[in-house]
Each structure stands twice: as structure tokens, then as C-alpha cells.
């Protein structure tokens, strides 16, 4: 148990000295992604081959996400950071006894770009991360995120411990974070500083209030909150008591899906580890600031991220939102004074406060400062996480970090800001990301979801799928979403169908209009943006599909026909076999044929032929 800030800088003395920037490591992605792949297994096998090579002068540190989820599970062997990807059991022995020991390069587990077709050995030279700016992800890969000593190694507590032992006024924090200029990384871009400013400005009878850690994450594909919570949670941890402190908090709590079972166990962790070293709970380092945390955990429920239904869940009631005549920071959890931000943004609070407000508020834009982690997915070569400073544009995200389109495809939108954010078409690439510019073009930046899509993406179906997603976790509550979503699902399924008529893109887009002006909250209040997008830029396609009673991207079932072109069909019958219908006759080395009445359009006969004799009309 630390007493005062002095015990502190003993311990972080300690700790640092112990930790040489120049010792050999070999850090493993312990994250859910590199798991899910044995990187735990890949992890104690590297330990038992070090012990049984008798080698004493190298450890292994297992770590969180390192982002680059689609090479994992990933090896980086220190000091120099060579970059194994796709590390498999059988790939143990070799990397001890070559690498380890002789100092040879595998060349089979280095990573290729796929723009040079260079081979690469280092980390820093793959453009995945070369073209970041990691302030919060990076140090992922640097501790191990169970120990609370690897966090203060790094600076870890530093901020906290200085305001608590220069009895920094709660003004000069808030005045410090509102001159940063972060803003709320949940999605919706409030300033933070503005936030706690009105929370400390405001009283509850008995004194009390609080501050949440939004770590809902219900957008599918998207993973970065969780990734932090796995790989670095004090980090996390100590923002929540730095904002607890501006505001005057003693209770908080983080509302967490049950569905992240491993950042669960890593904030349990660190909260009492945190405890264990006077850090958080009664008179932190013999001040006369507490504080607490505990974990509410999330059933699931998509709406549970707006931060009314969020609060209602963590009282015991129905996750529904409520209209906010009335702001959370005058009256939220319990009718309490609330701050409520999501997990990027506690996390950013410790490197402001180390770093100063004149540092943030350089890296960015002039009305969206610092960085962003994205979950970049979909049809480009590398994805993943990514952290990159506001103002970055799309097509350096998509082509530099991301290494272009699959299959040398064309581009043809991508979809950021999660199931409620919007389509972005070719000729807005070079659109700055950050908060304005997003909105102005239709989308935003949500939680950071990116789905990059090629010219074999059908944009109504698209906006069907989003819509039909967000109609699912519509919480019922208010007319126009839970009845405006049903009718615009119903619409984009006939378009997608070909049983849609003149008029219908008409009333769909009215629709949506009035779906998204009426809706209580903003799940219902963003919902429509998938289809106000798509119909923006891509309005040709809904034409199509009306008109001409023809998808595009010859995507819509309904819409498309499957047939055999006789000049390239040499007989194989390779597609005969792939048919799950038995829709295919002919003899061997005989021209085929598809029998339209059976067949279901599934497409395999089409990815089987090496002759390119399917066509898709």
C-alpha cells in the first residue's frame, strides 16, 4: 500500500530502472483476435523452448491487441522489433533456435506489402504502421496489461499522482482539458472539457456524483474500445480518476459488454490492483480524494450506447433512452450529476495532463484535435486497427495503412461511423476525417467503424442491411423509429427484390427525413444515414434496380441471372459439382447448362469456374 505520492515515485523508480529499453523480448499479441489463434499456446510454448534451450537472457511478454489483426497471431522480438506475423506452433522451435540464438531472419513469417511486394523485417517499415500516429494504442505492445507495475514503468499514474500532490484546483484540470480540445469519442464529438465543466458547476442534494466509462461497443465490426480495455486498461482506469476528481466524483463505474469477457477480467484486474496500491478507494495516496469503480456489465442491447439508455441499464431498468430536456450532467445516474465519455477518451486524459493542452491541441484539426483508432475492414488489403491523427484524409487511410483494394478491385465507398454512419463515395477520398467534415458529407465518425467496399458492393443492399440491423436494436420506444425503420426496411427490400415501383425512392427518402428529425434519441435520429448516402451519391443504383429491374453490382438475387457462356465452357464439370441444387447438367467435356428454375443463385458455380464461363447477367 502506497501511503503518499512519495512511496509512488519510490515504486515508479524502481520499476523503471528494471525496465531497459534495450533487453531482449519477445512480446506476443495476447489480444481476443491473436487468441482466438492460439497466441496464448504460442506464448507458453515460446517460454518452454526458452527453458529448454537453456537461454536466461531473453523473457516473453504477452500484450494486448497490437492491431494489426489479420497477420496475428504477431511476434515482435525487441530490441529491434522484428515482425513475425502468423506465428504457428510448429514455427516455435525455429524462431528459438535461428532467430534467438543465431540471429537469423525466417523469411516465411515476414510480412509482404502487398503494394511493393517488398518483404519486410521490421515493424516500423511495414506502411500499416509507419503511416500511424499510435499516442494511445501504441503502448499496447509494450506491457503487459495485468501488471500494474509495466503501466507506472510507462509513466503509468504520473498524471494522477502529480495532481494529487500539487493539490491541483479541479478548475485548472477542466481549463486544461477544455484548451486540448478533445472531444468525445463516442461518437457524437462533445467537448469533453464543456462536459466535466457543467458537471463540476453542478449539486445534488446529498453531494453525490458520478462518472461512467461508456465501453458499450455495440457496432458490429468494431473493436477498439475493447482492444484498449485488453491491452492497457489503467490507462483508462486513471482518466476515469482524474475526471472524478475535476468533477468532484467519489463513484464511478464502467458499463462494459458481457460479450468481452477478457477486457472484463483486465479491468477487475486493474481495479484491484489499483486498490492494493492505494490508488483508488479511500483517501487516495493519504489525500482526502476517493474514489471507486465498479463494473456494470451490458446485455447486448445496441441502444445500451446512448447514454440514457445506458445509465437506465445500470440503475436496474429497461436500456431506453429518455428525451434530455434535462442534461446527464445535471441530473443522470440516479438523478445525479454525471460525466459520461467513452473509453478512447478516458484514456486520453493521462497523456494531457503528462503532456499539456499545447501538445494535444497541435495534432489534429483546428475543430477536431488529436488521434482516432478506426477498426479498418472490409474489402483492403490490411485490416485492423488503426490510431491516426485527425484530419488524415480517406485515401490515405484506405491506400497507404490499408494497402488498396483486394484483388486490385476498384474502389467504390467506404462506410464509416458504424451501422448509423454513411457511405462515402470515390470523389470525396480525399475528405479530411475528423468530426465537421464527416457530418458535412453525410456520415460521422461514430465509434470508428471503416468498411471499405469495391465495385462488387450493391449500395441498396447495403443500406438494407443497415437498416434491417438498426430496426432489430431499436428499443421501441418511439413511433418513428420503431415503425419508420419497419417501412424503409420494407421498401429497400422490394427495390433489392425488383418488386418496387416509381415513387418508392421518393417515399423512402421522405421517410427517412422524417425518422431522423422525429426520433427520440439517436440511434433512431442517425439510423436513416446508410440510406440518405446511398441515395446521395448513389442514386443511379436505386434507378437501376426500379427502372431497369437490373442490380449493378449484380448482387441482388432476384435481379440477376446465372448462365452458361458456350464458347468458354470446356466441360469440366467442376461447376456441376460445386451446385448444391443440382441446377447443372452436361457430360463431360460438353457445354453445360443451368436450369433457371431450380437454381438459387448461390453463386458457388460462378467462384468454381477456371474458365470463366459463368456469367452473371
Same mark, same amino acid.
Given at each position: 500500500?502506497?501511503?503518499?505520492?512519495?512511496?509512488?515515485?519510490?515504486?515508479?523508480?524502481?520499476?523503471?530502472?528494471?525496465?531497459?529499453?534495450?533487453?531482449?523480448?519477445?512480446?506476443?499479441?495476447?489480444?481476443?483476435?491473436?487468441?482466438?489463434?492460439?497466441?496464448?499456446?504460442?506464448?507458453?510454448?515460446?517460454?518452454?523452448?526458452?527453458?529448454?534451450?537453456?537461454?536466461?537472457?531473453?523473457?516473453?511478454?504477452?500484450?494486448?491487441?497490437?492491431?494489426?489483426?489479420?497477420?496475428?497471431?504477431?511476434?515482435?522480438?525487441?530490441?529491434?522489433?522484428?515482425?513475425?506475423?502468423?506465428?504457428?506452433?510448429?514455427?516455435?522451435?525455429?524462431?528459438?533456435?535461428?532467430?534467438?540464438?543465431?540471429?537469423?531472419?525466417?523469411?516465411?513469417?515476414?510480412?509482404?506489402?502487398?503494394?511493393?511486394?517488398?518483404?519486410?523485417?521490421?515493424?516500423?517499415?511495414?506502411?500499416?504502421?509507419?503511416?500511424?500516429?499510435?499516442?494511445?494504442?501504441?503502448?499496447?505492445?509494450?506491457?503487459?496489461?495485468?501488471?500494474?507495475?509495466?503501466?507506472?514503468?510507462?509513466?503509468?499514474?504520473?498524471?494522477?499522482?502529480?495532481? *494529487?500532490? !500539487?493539490? #491541483?484546483?479541479? /478548475? +485548472?484540470?477542466?481549463?486544461?482539458? %477544455?484548451?486540448?480540445?478533445?472531444? &468525445?469519442?463516442?461518437?457524437?464529438?462533445?467537448?469533453?472539457?464543456?462536459?466535466?465543466?457543467?458537471?463540476?458547476?453542478?449539486?445534488?442534494?446529498?453531494?453525490?456524483?458520478?462518472?461512467?466509462?461508456?465501453?458499450?461497443?455495440?457496432?458490429?465490426?468494431?473493436?477498439?474500445?475493447?482492444?484498449?480495455?485488453?491491452?492497457?486498461?489503467?490507462?483508462?482506469?486513471?482518466?476515469?480518476?482524474?475526471?472524478?476528481?475535476?468533477?468532484?466524483?467519489?463513484?464511478?463505474?464502467?458499463?462494459?459488454?458481457?460479450?468481452?469477457?477478457?477486457?472484463?477480467?483486465?479491468?477487475?484486474?486493474?481495479?484491484?490492483?489499483?486498490?492494493?496500491?492505494?490508488? *483508488?478507494? !479511500?483517501? #487516495?495516496?493519504? /489525500? +482526502?480524494?476517493?474514489?471507486?469503480? %465498479?463494473?456494470?456489465?451490458?446485455? &447486448?442491447?445496441?441502444?445500451?450506447?446512448?447514454?440514457?439508455?445506458?445509465?437506465?441499464?445500470?440503475?436496474?431498468?429497461?436500456?431506453?433512452?429518455?428525451?434530455?430536456?434535462?442534461?446527464?450532467?445535471?441530473?443522470?445516474?440516479?438523478?445525479?450529476?454525471?460525466?459520461?465519455?467513452?473509453?478512447?477518451?478516458?484514456?486520453?486524459?493521462?497523456?494531457?495532463?503528462?503532456?499539456?493542452?499545447?501538445?494535444?491541441?497541435?495534432?489534429?484539426?483546428?475543430?477536431?484535435?488529436?488521434?482516432?483508432?478506426?477498426?479498418?475492414?472490409?474489402?483492403?488489403?490490411?485490416?485492423?486497427?488503426?490510431?491516426?491523427?485527425?484530419?488524415?484524409?480517406?485515401?490515405?487511410?484506405?491506400?497507404?495503412?490499408?494497402?488498396?483494394?483486394?484483388?486490385?478491385? %476498384?474502389?467504390?465507398?467506404?462506410?464509416?461511423?458504424?451501422?448509423?454512419?454513411?457511405?462515402?463515395?470515390?470523389?470525396?477520398?480525399?475528405?479530411?476525417?475528423?468530426?465537421?467534415?464527416?457530418?458535412?458529407?453525410?456520415?460521422?465518425?461514430?465509434?470508428?467503424?471503416?468498411?471499405?467496399?469495391?465495385?462488387?458492393?450493391?449500395?441498396?443492399?447495403?443500406?438494407?442491411?443497415?437498416?434491417?440491423?438498426?430496426?432489430?436494436?431499436?428499443?421501441?420506444?418511439?413511433?418513428?423509429?420503431?415503425?419508420?425503420?419497419?417501412?424503409?426496411?420494407?421498401?429497400?427490400?422490394?427495390?433489392?427484390?425488383?418488386?418496387?415501383?416509381?415513387?418508392?425512392?421518393?417515399?423512402?427518402?421522405?421517410?427517412?427525413?422524417?425518422?431522423?428529425?422525429?426520433?427520440?434519441?439517436?440511434?433512431?435520429?442517425?439510423?436513416?444515414?446508410?440510406?440518405?448516402?446511398?441515395?446521395?451519391?448513389?442514386?443511379?443504383?436505386?434507378?437501376?434496380?426500379?427502372?431497369?429491374?437490373?442490380?449493378?453490382?449484380?448482387?441482388?438475387?432476384?435481379?440477376?441471372?446465372?448462365?452458361?457462356?458456350?464458347?468458354?465452357?470446356?466441360?469440366?464439370?467442376?461447376?456441376?459439382?460445386?451446385?448444391?441444387?443440382?441446377?447443372?447438367?452436361?457430360?463431360?467435356?460438353?457445354?453445360?447448362?443451368?436450369?433457371?428454375?431450380?437454381?438459387?443463385?448461390?453463386?458457388?458455380?460462378?467462384?468454381?469456374?477456371?474458365?470463366?464461363?459463368?456469367?452473371?447477367?
Amino acid at each position: 500500500m502506497l501511503k503518499n505520492h512519495k512511496d509512488f515515485y519510490t515504486l515508479q523508480e524502481k520499476v523503471t530502472n528494471k525496465r531497459d529499453p534495450n533487453r531482449r523480448l519477445i512480446t506476443v499479441c495476447n489480444g481476443t483476435g491473436c487468441n482466438a489463434l492460439k497466441g496464448k499456446k504460442i506464448t507458453n510454448l515460446l517460454m518452454d523452448e526458452l527453458k529448454k534451450q537453456d537461454i536466461t537472457d531473453i523473457s516473453v511478454l504477452p500484450t494486448g491487441c497490437h492491431g494489426f489483426c489479420e497477420q496475428g497471431p504477431i511476434v515482435l522480438i525487441q530490441p529491434k522489433n522484428i515482425f513475425y506475423k502468423t506465428v504457428k506452433p510448429e514455427h516455435i522451435e525455429r524462431i528459438i533456435s535461428e532467430t534467438i540464438k543465431e540471429g537469423k531472419i525466417i523469411e516465411e513469417l515476414l510480412y509482404t506489402d502487398p503494394k511493393s511486394n517488398k518483404t519486410l523485417e521490421y515493424e516500423k517499415d511495414i506502411p500499416f504502421y509507419s503511416s500511424q500516429e499510435r499516442l494511445l494504442f501504441g503502448y499496447n505492445e509494450l506491457i503487459d496489461p495485468t501488471r500494474i507495475e509495466d503501466y507506472i514503468s510507462i509513466k503509468g499514474y504520473k498524471a494522477l499522482v502529480h495532481i *494529487l500532490e !500539487e493539490q #491541483i484546483p479541479s /478548475s +485548472d484540470i477542466i481549463n486544461t482539458i %477544455k484548451e486540448s480540445g478533445l472531444r &468525445g469519442r463516442g461518437g457524437a464529438g462533445f467537448p469533453t472539457g464543456r462536459k466535466w465543466e457543467a458537471a463540476y458547476n453542478s449539486t445534488s442534494e446529498d453531494g453525490i456524483k458520478y462518472v461512467i466509462c461508456n465501453a458499450d461497443e455495440g457496432d458490429p465490426g468494431a473493436y477498439a474500445n475493447r482492444s484498449l480495455l485488453e491491452g492497457n486498461p489503467h490507462s483508462v482506469l486513471e482518466g476515469m480518476i482524474i475526471g472524478a476528481y475535476a468533477i468532484g466524483a467519489e463513484h464511478g463505474y464502467i458499463y462494459v459488454r458481457a460479450e468481452y469477457p477478457l477486457a472484463v477480467e483486465y479491468f477487475e484486474k486493474a481495479i484491484q490492483s489499483a486498490r492494493e496500491l492505494g490508488l *483508488l478507494g !479511500e483517501n #487516495i495516496l493519504g /489525500s +482526502d480524494f476517493s474514489f471507486d469503480v %465498479k463494473i456494470a456489465k451490458g446485455g &447486448g442491447a445496441f441502444v445500451c450506447g446512448e447514454s440514457t439508455a445506458l445509465t437506465a441499464s445500470i440503475e436496474g431498468r429497461p436500456g431506453e433512452p429518455r428525451v434530455k430536456h434535462i442534461h446527464s450532467t445535471q441530473s443522470g445516474l440516479w438523478n445525479r450529476p454525471t460525466v459520461l465519455n467513452n473509453v478512447e477518451t478516458w484514456a486520453n486524459v493521462p497523456l494531457i495532463v503528462n503532456k499539456g493542452s499545447d501538445w494535444y491541441s497541435k495534432i489534429g484539426t483546428e475543430g477536431s484535435k488529436g488521434t482516432k483508432i478506426f477498426s479498418l475492414v472490409g474489402k483492403v488489403n490490411n485490416t485492423g486497427l488503426v490510431e491516426v491523427p485527425m484530419g488524415i484524409t480517406l485515401r490515405d487511410v484506405v491506400f497507404d495503412i490499408g494497402g488498396g483494394i483486394k484483388d486490385d478491385k %476498384k474502389f467504390k465507398a467506404i462506410q464509416i461511423g458504424g451501422p448509423s454512419g454513411g457511405c462515402i463515395p470515390e470523389e470525396h477520398m480525399d475528405l479530411p476525417i475528423d468530426y465537421d467534415s464527416l457530418t458535412d458529407a453525410g456520415a460521422m465518425m461514430g465509434s470508428g467503424g471503416m468498411i471499405v467496399m469495391d465495385e462488387g458492393t450493391c449500395m441498396v443492399d447495403v443500406a438494407k442491411y443497415f437498416v434491417n440491423f438498426l430496426k432489430n436494436e431499436s428499443c421501441g420506444k418511439c413511433t418513428p423509429c420503431r415503425e419508420g425503420l419497419v417501412q424503409m426496411y420494407g421498401l429497400l427490400t422490394d427495390i433489392t427484390e425488383g418488386k418496387s415501383k416509381e415513387g418508392d425512392i421518393e417515399l423512402l427518402e421522405e421517410l427517412a427525413e422524417v425518422v431522423k428529425d422525429t426520433s427520440l434519441c439517436q440511434l433512431g435520429a442517425t439510423a436513416p444515414n446508410p440510406v440518405l448516402t446511398t441515395l446521395r451519391y448513389f442514386r443511379d443504383e436505386y434507378d437501376a434496380h426500379i427502372s431497369d429491374k437490373k442490380c449493378p453490382a449484380k448482387v441482388c438475387k432476384a435481379l440477376i441471372e446465372f448462365s452458361i457462356d458456350a464458347d468458354n465452357c470446356v466441360g469440366c464439370q467442376l461447376c456441376a459439382k460445386k451446385c448444391p441444387v443440382e441446377a447443372i447438367s452436361g457430360e463431360a467435356k460438353k457445354v453445360h447448362e443451368i436450369d433457371q428454375e431450380i437454381c438459387i443463385k448461390c453463386g458457388l458455380c460462378h467462384d468454381a469456374c477456371k474458365f470463366n464461363a459463368v456469367e452473371v447477367t
